[in-house]
């Protein structure tokens, strides 16, 4: 008889637990985890080239022949861009770390 009552509460807490889902098993990885990750890849790689095309903007300055100003707000976009591009980064990291 003890051994019944044991099986139909282990029974009623697997349904419990399908229902709730605070005490069901969660999966390991989940669409936030795969989000934050290409967050933290597309900032990181965007922000680098943002940062190359900033620094090298007019260099050397006898004749540029990587990255030459087109027009005069360029440099401030680029350093602009460069900050949003890793706030997304750290952005990333801080939901994988909060997921995790």
Known sequence: HLLLQQQQQQQQQR????????????PVSNKWHCK???GIFEGLGCAGICLYAFWT???PV????????KWHGER????VACWILCVSS????????HCV
């Open 36 to 38: 934050a990750v290409i």
């Open 15 to 26: 349904q419990r637990s399908q229902l709730d889902p605070g005490t069901a098993i969660r």
């Open 76 to 79: 401030r976009f680029l350093g």
């Open 90 to 97: 750290g952005m990333g990291v801080l939901e994988l770390d």
């Open 57 to 59: 903007m007019n260099y």
């Open 62 to 69: 006898d004749g540029p022949f990587i990255t030459v100003s």
